[in-house]
């Protein structure tokens, strides 16, 4: 008997062990599709003549502010914000509005990427007209309101007013509830045992831009029904070979993971699981440099951006330097230009005085000394020769349209790893800028902020300002215990 019962224990385990190693190879596969995808993706570079964007500067022009020193100081009440109700007159909007599209015209990188002169006087004239048309109803919000709707062309994630962007932004909509399957003959759902294929969707036989790689409650690697749109998409209709039903579509639970803090980090179920917020706070920033090791030598571990909001460029860069130096020359892209301005220059060594003095004192001072010493002038780099880096190891990125600026800067670096994976929803697309211009408009108080950096690093088919960055495996509800059930499914940390 017991000579049986050991035989009966020893097949069990034998075939859990055979499962197991299906089960990984059924996974790796996929993983090979996502590395093929990553390198077809990442040698797109953008079709781009950074000249065209960056004019050249003439010899007259070099030391011209472009301002008074009085009408900067106007421009740096970084303590007031505009209340959207409060009256204004148009004398005090106009002034307003001829200060901000002076600075765009002197400071802002992507100025004339986005059309110059042309399209930049053609806004101011129609931001003007609207605060004249008024009268004596004209209110900060009229002016804010004006503001963003003709500037909606300068689709650049970090260009805002009053801390919100001008232009409509892609978001995912999907049904988490049903779930598709994929096989030679195409895709389909089951219902009592049988196979229902899909015809089409939404009259488009183009099945494949609807079926998003996902993960359902078990693990288990399967499609599901999703739309990236500006627009708000609530319904689908999906045509079956016997009939036609409607999928109702819903915006991300996304989950909130402000309460972990700046840097998290723990194991769960051996699984290493590094969260990171921002690349502001230089304690996260040096713990989060601790990491680095652990993820490099991990067989599986998580790497969470959701929520990231961005940061200093350089702590990514410190953090690749660690985890694969490979990877830290990506950080500035494929073509990269930095506008230095000696108006900026004034106005941010007022700002870094006001932001955190005892720690910005030097960078101030440098800003000063700039203005006082310095030239307007580009630098330009482009046309940066990259190698494709590999990894014998796994890496899930858990990314959601929070993921923001330097989140996605590192995003972007890792794309050129192989094994790494990205899970959740799209990004937020804010890589073409910084926030390195900031102003507060004298008499409404609203808040303007433009970048000094022009930068591309894919074509508009791997990234864009409006759609960001798309995930390997999209999952519209807690991409976290999702990816942890995927690994847990997979065997992927045995």
């Known amino acids: 008997m017991l000579k049986i019962f050991c035989i009966v224990i020893g097949l069990s385990m034998l075939c859990s062990c055979d499962n197991t190693s299906e089960r990984q190879q059924i996974f790796y596969d996929k993983v090979k599709g996502i590395n093929v995808n990553h390198a077809l993706e990442t040698s797109r570079i953008p079709n781009i003549n950074i000249n065209d964007y960056t004019p050249r500067i003439k010899p007259q022009e070099f030391r011209e502010v472009g301002f008074?020193?009085?009408?900067?100081?106007?421009?740096?009440?970084?303590?007031?914000?505009?209340?959207?109700v409060d009256s204004i007159s148009y004398e005090q909007a106009e002034t307003d509005v001829?200060?901000?599209f002076r600075i765009f015209k002197n400071c802002y990188s992507a100025y004339y990427y986005f059309g110059g002169d042309e399209a930049f006087e053609k806004a101011k004239e129609q931001v003007i007209s609207d605060c004249k048309l008024a009268g004596e109803n004209l209110t900060v919000g009229t002016m804010q309101e004006s503001l963003r709707k003709?500037?909606?062309?300068?689709?650049d994630g970090h260009f805002l007013v009053d801390n919100k962007q001008v232009f409509g932004k892609t978001e995912y909509y999907s049904n988490e509830e049903r779930t598709?399957?994929?096989d030679e003959k195409g895709y389909y759902t089951e219902q009592k045992g049988k196979k229902r294929y899909v015809s089409s969707v939404e009259g488009s036989n183009d099945v494949e831009k609807y079926m998003k790689l996902s993960v359902n409650g078990k693990g288990i690697l399967v499609h599901k029904l999703g739309v990236l749109s500006i627009d708000e998409i609530d319904m689908v209709d999906v045509a079956f070979e016997d009939s036609t039903e409607n999928f109702e579509l819903s915006l991300p639970e996304l989950k909130d993971v402000s309460g972990a803090g700046i840097y998290s980090y723990e194991e769960i179920n051996n699984v290493p699981v590094v969260g990171m917020r921002s690349f502001i706070d230089q304690s996260a920033c040096e713990q989060f440099n601790g990491a680095a090791e652990i993820i490099k030598n991990s067989k599986v571990s998580i790497l969470d951006l959701r929520g990231n909001l961005g940061g200093h460029a350089y702590n990514v860069t410190r953090w690749l330097n660690i985890y694969d130096p490979v990877l830290s020359d990506y950080s500035k892209g494929n073509i990269f230009a930095v506008r230095n301005s000696r108006a900026n220059s004034y106005l941010g060594h007022i700002r870094y005085r006001a932001d955190l003095p005892e720690r910005n004192e030097t960078t101030a001072s440098n800003s000063l000394a700039i203005y006082r010493t310095g030239i307007n002038r580009w630098e330009i780099s482009e046309n940066m020769t990259f190698e494709r880096s590999e990894n014998n190891n796994l890496l899930f990125v858990l990314v959601?349209?929070?993921t923001y600026s330097a989140g996605e800067l590192l995003m972007s670096a890792l794309r050129n790893k192989d094994n790494v994976i990205f899970v959740g929803t799209n990004s937020n697309g804010s890589l073409m800028s910084d926030d390195g211009v900031k102003i507060v408009l004298p008499n409404s108080k609203i808040n303007i902020q433009c970048g000094s950096v022009?930068?591309?690093d894919y074509d508009e088919t791997v990234f864009s300002e409006e759609t960001g960055f798309r995930p390997d495996i999209w999952v519209g509800t807690d991409s976290l215990e999702n990816t942890l059930n995927l690994i847990s499914y997979y065997g992927l940390n045995k």
């Open 68 to 84: 008074t020193e009085k009408e900067l100081d106007s421009l740096t009440d970084y303590d007031k914000h505009g209340n959207t």
């Open 98 to 100: 001829e200060l901000v």
């Open 150 to 155: 003709h500037l909606n062309f300068v689709t």
């Open 180 to 182: 598709f399957f994929k």
């Open 400 to 402: 959601d349209t929070h």
């Open 454 to 456: 022009l930068r591309f």
